[in-house]
């Protein structure tokens, strides 16, 4: 009944930052054409943030819905909706600035909270969330008062952005903060955006590193939980500067379309990895796809430099032969194929003998139980031989084998 009670503020919330996602696509659509230094991209991908974003609010009130009590939930929907929110506040602030000047009131209020206050809190969130995951408190008084650092921190870079004086750091910096105050005042509120962002960023460091503490302590349902917000985390972080340096190599329009697409949904994998641990939904899932990402990310890595290699080494060798370099590239390929399942194979006894020690030896239990097998006559011997193999590979509490006698 409490749960039932308390379902309604989450989906509250999120009808509200539905409406507010509805409102920035077609505002999103509106400014199309109108010029800005919006450091997001094109307006196709500025409505595919818009999306991507929305999937934060919504596993925010799953768990907040199912899990009243657990913190990470309205964790995720206040940083999901602060987030929806700014972005509305600068598309309604283009649409009444630069695409339709004056149509709509309050233009200067939506500039200030796009580029002020809009996001500044969102970094205490996060640094919270690493600091409460998976249980949703705080454990140990030393890391309340992390805690209470991080909200103190997350307050200050919040007021110091607010009414800090001078012009707007981002794509609004030919306005000046119209709620700022002079003097002595204003030099204070500089101290303290500058002060806040410091110490703000220093607290997502300290609750990574809390993060990473309980990791290494927890055994059972609490590792695989932490594992899926690592997992997620780790794949986000190593993909990024990937995509970077592929869009640096490559730069391509049709390559770029694809990579940022990518590089934008990733994150939400974040979220949804924290919603799926948060409620307990197929924990020891995540160890099958840590192995599989490892395996696979290695071995497309592997055949990857094997066909770049190979189409500038059989370039050389065939340029006095054939003028250009399909020869090169079809032999690669064909190398590259070639390669895939033995590189694959090799990639997954080295994952397993380094990550998952236990299947490993398993495997490696069963292939000397098939070979022997093979010269072995005696019923006992392949009995015992059996037994002990079960008993290694399996653990169970008790083992024992019933063979059918010859028929009569």
Partial sequence: MNIRRQSWLPWTLWILAALLACATLALTVANRDAETRNLIGSWQVQALLVIVIMSVPTVGAIVASLRPRNSVGWLLMAAGLLYVFELFAGGYATYTIITNPGVFP??????????????TPIYGLLAALFLVFPSGRVRGRPWR??????????????????????????????????????????????????????????????????????????????????????????????????????????????????????????????????????????????DLLINRTLVYGA???????????????????????????????????????????????RMQGAVDKRFDRSRYDAARTVDGFAE?????????????????????????????????????
Wanted: no cysteine; aromatic share 10%; net charge neutral.
């Fill in 106 to 119: 309050w233009a200067a209020f939506m500039v200030w909270a796009n580029s002020t206050w809009g996001w």
């Fill in 145 to 286: 008062v992390v805690l209470w650092g991080i909200v103190i921190a997350s307050l200050t870079i919040t007021v110091g952005y607010a009414f800090r004086p001078g012009p707007y750091d981002d794509q609004w910096d030919f306005l000046a903060n119209p709620y700022a105050p002079s003097g002595a005042a204003g030099e204070l509120m500089v101290v303290l955006a500058s002060t806040g962002s410091a110490f703000s960023y220093l607290g997502i460091v300290v609750g990574a590193v809390g993060l990473l503490a309980r990791f290494w302590r927890a055994r059972g349902p609490e590792r695989q939980q932490l594992k899926w917000l690592a997992y997620s985390a780790g794949v986000t972080a190593g993909f990024f500067p990937l995509g970077i340096a592929i869009a640096a190599l490559a730069p391509s329009d049709q390559l770029m379309g694809p990579l940022t697409v990518v590089l934008l949904l990733l994150p939400t994998t974040i979220p949804i990895a924290a919603g799926l641990a948060v409620l307990r939904y197929r924990l020891y899932d995540v």
């Fill in 372 to 408: 022997r097998l093979r010269d072995e006559v005696d019923l006992d011997e392949v009995r015992a031989d059996l037994i002990g193999s079960v008993q290694q590979t399996v653990a169970p509490a008790h083992t024992s084998l019933w063979l059918r006698g010859p028929a009569r």
């Fill in 299 to 345: 071995t497309t890595a592997a055949i990857a430099a094997t066909f770049w290699v190979g189409i500038l080494a059989l370039q050389r060798l065939l340029s006095p032969v054939t003028s250009g370099s399909e020869p090169a590239i079809a032999a690669s390929t064909l190398v590259s194929l070639a390669l895939f399942q033995p590189v694959r194979r």
